[in-house]
Every structure is written in C-alpha cells, then in structure tokens.
C-alpha cells in the first residue's frame, strides 16, 4: 500500500505533467520569428537587425549554451551589429574589437582595470547601435559575445541552424500545472519540493503506526 501511494503520488503527477504540458515561445523567439524572414533575405530593416542582436544576446545570457550553438549565435550577433553600423563606424568598432580581443587573451584575471575599461568602452559604444539600454543586464555579456572575424560574414550554416538554436533554448513547456501559484510557488515546484517531503513523513508515520498495531495483535514487544 505505501508503495503504491509512493508511485502513484511521485510518477503519476511527473506523467500527468508531461501529458498537460504545450510547448510555448519566449516572447524574444516569437519577436525573433517574425523579423527572420527579412534578415535571410537581406531586407531587414534597422530595427529588426536590432532585433536580431538583442534576442541572440538572450540566448546567449542563458546558464548553458552548447559550444555548436554558440558558434552560430555568436556569428549572428557580430553580423547584426555590424550590418548596423555606418562607415565610419564599421571601422571604429573593428578595431576597438581586436583591441579588446587582445586584451582578453592576456589578461589574468577579469578584475583587470584596463580590461574592464576597454569592456565598459564597447558596450557605452554598442549599447546604443543595437537598441539597448545601459542598465539592461544584456549588454554585460556583449563585450565577449562578440568577435571581429565573424562580423563581415553571416555564414551560410550558420544562418541555416540559427532557427532551430533559437527554438531549443526558447521553448519551453508549460501548463496550468506550472503556470498556478500555490503558497508562493509554481504549483509543480510546491508538489515536487514541499508536498513530497510532507508525503514521505507521513507514510514513514503510517508504516510505525501499522507497525505497532500489527506487533500488539502478535503479541511482540521490543
């Protein structure tokens, strides 16, 4: 019986959520979707080149990004910053980027006084180029996310998985069961942290409590 009130209670709610569950959009893949088209057919607007950058920039933020798909992120947000800019511009940031580069390459650690000057002087110059805000976390990891060699060209397999790059780190599955507040909590995460613990107290209670009356008729005693 406490097997089975276990199984039910841990594998049950873990098949139910799988069987409730859609795949759904970060709001940055649907804006993403909408702009791609345009970008592969090289009549993208300026605001949708910017659009491009902002949003591989959040994939690029996240915890865990594949090596391969970063290759691919990291050529679409030097392409689109590039694409960007203006003549003058072009050959500015080339250069501030190869200086930063370098920068990166020899410094020990990343408390560096003068690397953190040449990162605090690419994102003041790019921050606005790509349509952010100073205070937005983003533009934090821009600095690194970005590489000289990869901007005149948005190469062809690259631009070919991006798609698919953007899907897998911005699709998510939700349902009513993620989605509900519960005491402060999603409801899946109150279940599986908080009500399975109070669960396995209780059939640890049931098991003595049966236990001690199964001993009594028995007649044992400890």
């Not at 003068?114 to 533009?139: C, F, H």
Request: negative net charge; glycine residues 2%.
């Amino acid at each position: 019986m406490l097997v089975v009130i276990w199984a039910v209670a841990v594998f049950g709610f873990q098949i139910f959520l799988r069987v409730v569950e859609k795949p759904t959009p970060e709001a940055a893949l649907i804006q993403f979707e909408e702009v791609w088209n345009n970008i592969k057919s090289g009549e993208a607007s300026v605001a949708e080149y910017q659009t491009l950058a902002q949003t591989s920039l959040s994939v690029l933020g996240k915890i865990f990004v594949a090596a391969d798909d970063k290759v691919a992120l990291n050529n679409a947000l030097s392409w689109s910053v590039y694409q960007l800019c203006d003549s003058a511009q072009k050959v500015n940031l080339y250069n501030e980027l190869v200086q930063f580069e370098k920068i990166k390459s020899e410094i020990t650690q990343i408390f560096d006084p003068i690397y953190l000057e040449a990162k605090s002087n690419l994102i003041s110059s790019i921050a606005p180029i790509i349509g952010l805000g100073l205070n937005d976390v983003r533009v934090k990891i821009m600095p690194v996310e970005l590489y000289a060699a990869q901007m005149n060209v948005f190469e062809a397999a690259n631009m070919e998985k991006l798609p698919a790059v953007m899907s897998k780190y911005m699709t998510h599955n939700q349902s009513f069961l993620t989605d509900t507040q519960f005491l402060g909590f999603p409801f899946h995460y109150f279940y599986t942290a908080v009500f399975l613990l109070i669960l396995f107290v209780f059939l640890c209670w049931l098991y003595c409590v049966r236990v001690d009356r199964r001993n009594k008729i028995l007649n044992i005693q400890e």
